[in-house]
Each structure stands twice: as C-alpha cells, then as structure tokens.
C-alpha cells in the first residue's frame, strides 16, 4: 500500500518564533492522538533546524519550500540541497506553481534542483498542475504530462522511488475555489496512467500523489476518500495547528 501523506506548505508566514509555536502546536496534537499517515511541515529555510528539533520525528518529518538548482559556490542568497538535508529536514518540494510563475523556474531549471535535492538524501514532492485558463481549454492532462516529462521523467525508476507528486490546480490555490472529488480523482488517475506509461504499473503503484488547492478539514475526508488521491499539501490551512490537524483526522 503506498503512503498517504498530509503535508504542509507554510510558503512565507511565520516568524521564527511563530514557527517553532506552530510546530509545538502541531506536535501536541499528534502525541495525543498519533497520525495514521505521514505527516510532513514545509517550512522556510530559517525555520527547518529548529523545527527538526521541537518536532518528534517519529510523527512529524521536516520539509524545506526551495533549494537551489547549484550544487554551490557564489550563488548569493542561495541555500543548496546539501545545506537543506544538514538541518535534519527529509524532504523538498518543489515545482511550486509560485516558484513557477513569480521566480520563473523552467522545467530545466527544476529538472536540475530534482537531481540536486535527491543526490544530496532528499525526498521530493514535486508540484504540477494547470492555471484555470488551462483548464477551461481543457488542457490540464496536457499541462500535467509535460511538467513531468519536462522535470523528472529523465530518473531513474529507482530515484522516482524518491518522488511524491502534489497536483495542485492553480485556479485552487488560496482560493477558497477546491476542485470536486470527482475532478481531482480524474486528473489524478490519469497522473498514475502517465506514470505506469513511464515507469511501469509497479512503480505508479507506489508513488504518493496528493492534492492541493484550498484542501481544508471540511473537504479532506472526501478527497482523500478517493483511490487515487494518497492526501494534501496543505496551504493556508497549514497555519494552525487546530486546522492543520483536522485535515489530518480525516486518516482516523
Ligand atoms: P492553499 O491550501 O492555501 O490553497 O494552498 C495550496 C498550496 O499551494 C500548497 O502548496
């Protein structure tokens, strides 16, 4: 059975200290009533080591937003997968549709921060998903397809072992706008078919694919209801603990 996964992307809230509160915050919660699936807390760079720190491994893994498409060296401003995976933290997601279009990260751009992240020990959950545009053209399969193909199709079978795929549609993002059970379990499927086209039906199989795009926990139990849909990656409803483990419940 692949691994269902609950994952949060703060993107770029909190202080240090609100951090470390929300981290504390989350992992009491979860000592009293451990998850049933994997929880993970996307943070921004300054919060990881911390974070890894306060957290109880065993019920909460770590995950940077970023990390440089260098191995390093003069990269001003810069923090490499090396120095990610030094702070404790497990995994790194990346292909945000953020990093996308406000940083303009190319698919050749990601395809090298993929093969950094995971020669450094990191696991990824790679983003993809259409703008609503997109979606109203009826493009999404298309969009989907090529981000993969684009980014991380060039791996390995074994090193795609490493790979978690988050769809989130942009129309969805911090839009209050989810897409229908029915419309994630569609593209979601068709995500795994792509893959099994790839890698073989084995390996789409075991690869996590979770859905993001204002997932809170009055819409989780539904969505991650449907068989190929494996949890969230989580935005603004990351960003308290009370919310954050609601989605969670909806394993238990
Ligand atoms: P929201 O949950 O705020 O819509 O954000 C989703 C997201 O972008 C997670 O990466």
Do not use: A, L, M, V
């Given at each position: 059975m692949r691994n269902k996964i609950v994952a949060g992307n703060w993107k770029m809230n909190k202080t240090l200290q609100e951090g470390i509160e929300l981290a504390k915050g989350v992992n009491d919660l979860l000592k009293k009533n451990a998850p049933k699936c994997t929880v993970i807390l996307g943070t921004p760079f300054i919060h990881l080591t911390e974070v890894v720190k306060t957290v109880d491994n065993k019920l909460i893994k770590v995950s940077a937003e970023n990390c440089a498409d260098k191995e390093k060296g003069a990269y001003t401003g810069e923090v490499s997968a090396a120095m990610v995976k030094s702070t404790g933290a497990e995994y790194v997601i990346l292909g945000h549709s953020e990093r996308r279009g406000?940083?303009?990260?190319?698919y050749e751009i990601l395809k090298e921060k993929v093969q950094l992240a995971l020669a450094n020990g990191l696991k990824v959950i790679f983003c993809i998903g259409e703008s609503l545009e997109e979606r109203e053209a009826n493009k999404q399969n298309a969009v989907v397809k090529a981000e993969l193909e684009g980014s991380v199709f060039n791996l390995s079978a074994a090193e795609f072992a490493n790979i978690v795929i988050a769809y989130e549609p942009i129309w969805a993002i911090g839009t209050g706008k989810t897409a229908t059970s029915d419309q994630a379990e569609e593209i979601h499927a068709y995500i795994r078919s792509v893959i099994a086209d790839k890698y073989g039906k084995e390996v789409a199989e075991n690869t996590s694919i979770l859905y993001g795009g204002s997932c809170k926990a009055s819409n989780a139990k539904e969505l991650f209801a449907?068989?190929?849909?494996?949890g969230g990656l989580i935005g603004g409803a990351s960003l308290k603990p009370e919310d954050f483990y609601g989605i969670i419940e909806a394993y238990n």
């Open positions: 406000y940083y303009g990260e190319t449907k068989p190929d849909i494996d």
